[in-house]
């Protein structure tokens, strides 16, 4: 029994490490030629940081400006990093479809792109299913090992005299 909970813990631990393994989560918009170009993730996770970096280095200031899942509007300011580049900190409070663009002032302003949000998937589900899984297949063979050990020895015929 000892066995099957130490198993089961470290299952559920290994499957919220798996989870907390991911990387920072970043958005890289480069407008420097002629057409922007947008590096994002597939989905973002909400209420976590994301790291905002646009290369645009023939302008003064630059926002990430967008309209959130419920119409709200976003205006985030970037500050010029050390390698000319902007950048800033950006969280997405809510899961659903952002439009959002890079506002460089009168010199250039990118078309809108959309960015999806959504919650963190838990991989501490499928750890939990595979820990039953196995501890319903080793009690099986457990109980029938006990049925085995415990049962009668078949009888033989009586002795005729």
């Given at each position: ?129 595979l820990a039953l899984s196995l501890a319903s297949i ?24």
């Open positions: 029994m000892f066995r099957f909970l130490a198993f089961l813990l470290l299952c559920i631990a290994t499957g919220t490490a798996w989870a907390a393994a991911e990387g920072p989560q970043k958005l890289t918009v480069d407008i420097r030629g002629s057409a922007p170009r947008i590096d994002a993730l597939e989905r973002y996770i909400v209420n976590e940081p994301v790291t905002i970096h646009v290369d645009a280095p023939f302008t003064k200031s630059a926002s990430l400006v967008g309209v959130a899942p419920d119409g709200g509007n976003l205006r985030v300011p970037l500050q010029r990093g050390a390698d000319g580049s902007f950048v800033g900190m950006l969280t997405f409070p809510a899961s659903g479809i952002w439009s959002l663009a890079v506002d460089a002032g009168s010199q250039a302003k990118t078309s809108t792109f959309s960015i999806n949000a959504g919650e963190r998937d838990s991989h501490a589900g499928a750890a939990l299913m080793g009690g099986g063979l457990g109980l029938i090992t006990i049925a085995r050990k415990f049962s009668a020895a078949p009888a033989s015929a009586p002795d005729v005299p």
